[in-house]
C-alpha cells in the first residue's frame, strides 16, 4: 500500500506562503530536510507552488495539478485534481507519495494522507496560504527535533513527523 506523507513547513499562525513565496525565506536546513523526505518519489504540488519553484524538481516525479487545459512545463505531468495526482503517483511508487503544497492541495489531500512531515517555523508570519489544522484526535507525534536559528536558518524550528491514528 502506498503511502501518503504531506510534507509541509508552517508558521505558529499556519502560514505557509505570501505571495506564492515562503514568508520566511530560505531556511537551509529545512530545504535539506525537504528532498531528504522527497527525493526518488513523486511529488504532488499546485500549479501555483509550481510556478512558485519555477522549475521541476529534480531525481522525483513531478505531478502538477491544475485546471488549465494544455498546461505544460518540462519534467511535469499535469493532472486535473489532486485525487487524480495520487492515483497516477502510486501508479509511479508503491512506496511514498509527497504532497508538497500549497494550502488548496494540502486541504483537499489531507483525508487520503497517512502522515505529515512538518517543519514548524517559530514565527507567526503575514501571508495569504495557510495549512489546515490538525486534529489531535486523528493525529498522533512521533518524533519532534528542534533547532535553533543560527546563520543557515534565520527562525528556530522544528521537524515533527504526525501518523495518522
Wanted: aromatic fraction near 6%; charge should be negative.
Amino acid at each position: 500500500m502506498t503511502m501518503v506523507a504531506l510534507v509541509v513547513a508552517v508558521a505558529d499562525n499556519d502560514v505557509i506562503g505570501r505571495a506564492g513565496q515562503l514568508p520566511w525565506g530560505r531556511m537551509k536546513t529545512d530545504l535539506q530536510h525537504f528532498k531528504a523526505l522527497t527525493l526518488g518519489h513523486p511529488v504532488v504540488m499546485g500549479r501555483k507552488t509550481y510556478d512558485s519553484i519555477g522549475r521541476a524538481l529534480p531525481g522525483r516525479p513531478n505531478l502538477v495539478v491544475t485546471r488549465q487545459a494544455g498546461w505544460a512545463a518540462p519534467g511535469c505531468e499535469a493532472v486535473a485534481s489532486v485525487l487524480g495526482a495520487l492515483a497516477r503517483a502510486q501508479e509511479l511508487d508503491s512506496e511514498l507519495v509527497c504532497v508538497i503544497g500549497g494550502g488548496e492541495i494540502y486541504r483537499e489531500a489531507l483525508n487520503a494522507a497517512d502522515m505529515v512531515h512538518l517543519t514548524e517555523v517559530h514565527h507567526a508570519f503575514e501571508g495569504d496560504a495557510t495549512f489546515p489544522a490538525l486534529s489531535p484526535t486523528a493525529w498522533r507525534e512521533e518524533t519532534r527535533e528542534r533547532h535553533e536559528a543560527d546563520a543557515d536558518n534565520p527562525y528556530a524550528f522544528s521537524f515533527v513527523t504526525l501518523r495518522r491514528r
